[in-house]
């Protein structure tokens, strides 16, 4: 008997600080495979048009936040759990030594069947805010339940 997901659109997370470190912008480009000068190199960051090294766009898939429990919140465990999708829209650059605060919310829940069954779909998007109030980047993911 397949399992039934508590719903939880409208969820909203306690907001979280992030502050951007330079060698973790340096160490997440490197470990995607993405050598561009402006993740990795100071100097060209200097001359760059940021005035510094800047975070490439999925940076903010690093940001964790560990009071949220969507697994608890859901009703399920990590077992029935795939990584569905991610999105991000990046309106200014992330840069190392500021501080951002991160604001989760869940925007939408569905269920659909595939071909090993139904699946339940969580999707939860994250402000990423500056000091300023200013919205500078926003992710989009979605959790697939096995149901």
Known sequence: MPIQLNQVVGKEYPPYAVTV????????????????PCYLDDEVGRASEWGDVIAPPTFPISFRDESGDLLRD????????????????IFQQLRPGETYLCRSKIVDQYEKTGKTGPMGFVVRETAVIDKDNEIVAKMRGITVVRL
Not at 21 to 36: H, P, Q, S, V, W
Not at 77 to 83: A, I
């Open 74 to 89: 859901i009703g399920t465990d990590v077992s029935r759990l795939l990584h569905g999708e991610q999105e991000f829209e």
């Open 21 to 36: 470190e330079r060698g973790r912008i340096k160490d997440f480009a490197r470990a995607i495979g993405d050598l561009n």
